[in-house]
């Protein structure tokens, strides 16, 4: 029987994987007379959303809604990434992370558009999602209600406890689904990555099954034994052209994609410390993504004076924490944002990658608002006052005398 409290129409984040689709059948069996939106984002998954109007009816939605949504993801969310040149934990480039806010913002939309009064998720209770999902949705409509069965003790008690558990209520509701107890990995794709959890891959005293998992790349054994050249152009810190080819924002990352999957770039193995706590292993492919940081910083290195480039790789660790927390719509990370952006305004050049074997490296940068000077820069002493040199390093290193002689140190 129904509860007043109960939701009325939920709109629920619906990928066609295990756990959303696990979800549906369940949610009209806990909330009965319940309404269920599926929302659907496009972020450049490939072919995985084909037919997925077609799964979700069949498994109980009401009403189905499919947005593409890869050029505001690569200009208005990885673009500024780029420019905060944010990495979490030295590694990872947070393309899961990064797509969760805009996919929970257009939720909220489609929560309005439909007067629903509920939003969803399939995230489960132990990984970063459910944080992402729910901080946007707190953030954007505070006042709708948020459904997240992997937490509700119902859905627990219905056996629904694992991924094994979830497969078998899978087919017990004749649920169409790509897993199976053999093949189980858990896989997150977009425009910027592809994740892999799960199987071996939860050892890390295994190596990851390269031939099963890899999925945008190929493994480095397999990689041409030819190095191959490309060309990156940025205005203000935004990539706008490869090879000298203008380009919308998804355009620009997808042939990345696929020209540095081709060469093995971009493949991670990181154990990462999850925002609830515990590590956990996963296998990332950001073959793009990769070139683009690369290119990236070369061209920050050239053009961003000294003290401004220092504090802004201290404000990127931030800021890649508050993006892997969830905080996307907060105004600590707005505000950061707002830095980057400024010291942003000189990135703008040309650099020159070289893909091979998996290594991506920037070997050529050019820029007209570079800071290089060769002359400055070589070991030639013309135009340039040698005495200054002694004066600055006796004032810079005074304190460090003072020390030496109030508390002579060991040696």
Not at 177 to 182: L, P, V
Not at 216 to 228: F, G, I, Y
Not at 248 to 275: M, S
């Amino acid at each position: 029987m129904a509860n007043a409290s109960d939701p009325k129409k939920i709109v629920l984040a619906y990928s066609g994987g295990l756990d959303t689709s696990i979800i549906l059948p369940w949610l009209k069996e806990r909330y009965p007379g319940v309404k269920l939106v599926c929302f659907a984002a496009e972020l450049g998954q490939g072919d995985e959303l084909a037919g997925i109007e077609e799964k979700a009816y069949a498994s109980g939605a009401d009403e189905v809604i499919v947005k593409d949504l890869r050029k505001e993801f690569a200009e208005q969310y990885c673009f500024p990434m780029i420019r905060a040149h944010a990495i979490y934990e030295s590694d990872y480039m947070l393309g899961t992370s990064i797509a969760r806010p805009l996919i929970a913002k257009h939720q909220v939309l489609v929560a309005k558009q439909t007067k629903a009064d509920a939003v969803g998720h399939g995230a489960t209770g132990k990984g970063n999602d459910q944080v992402r999902f729910e901080l946007t949705a707190r953030a954007l409509a505070p006042k709708l209600k948020i459904i997240s069965p992997w937490k509700d003790p119902v859905f627990i008690e219905d056996g629904l406890t694992d991924r094994e558990t979830a497969i078998d209520y899978a087919k017990q509701h004749k649920i169409p689904i790509d897993q199976s107890k053999k093949k189980i990995y858990s896989r997150d794709r977009n425009l910027w990555h592809i994740s892999h959890e799960g199987a071996e891959i939860e050892d890390p005293a295994s190596e990851p099954n390269w031939k099963h998992c890899l999925v945008m790349s190929v493994p480095v054994e397999k990689a041409p034994a030819k190095s191959e050249e490309v060309e990156v152009e940025f205005k203000k810190g935004n990539p706008v052209a490869v090879n000298g080819q203008k380009l919308a924002g998804h355009d620009l990352i997808a042939l990345l994609n696929e020209i540095g999957g081709k060469h093995a770039v971009g493949t991670t193995v990181l154990v990462e410390n999850r925002l609830v706590g515990m590590k956990s292993r996963g296998v990332y492919e950001t073959p793009g993504g990769t070139i683009l940081y690369e290119a990236h910083k070369a061209l920050e290195q050239l053009c961003i004076e000294r003290e401004l480039y220092h504090e802004k790789l201290r404000l990127a660790t931030r800021y890649a924490e508050l993006t892997y927390y969830g905080q996307w719509f907060h105004p600590l990370r707005e505000a950061i944002q707002s830095f980057m952006d400024k010291a942003n305004e000189t990135v703008t050049g040309t650099v020159t990658v070289k893909l091979y074997k998996g290594n991506a490296l920037a070997i050529k940068a050019d820029s007209k608002l570079s800071l290089y000077d060769e002359q400055l820069a070589s070991f030639a002493m013309d135009n340039y006052d040698i005495t200054a040199a002694r004066g600055f390093i006796d004032l810079f290193g005074l304190p460090m005398q003072v020390r030496g002689l109030k508390h002579k140190p060991k040696v």
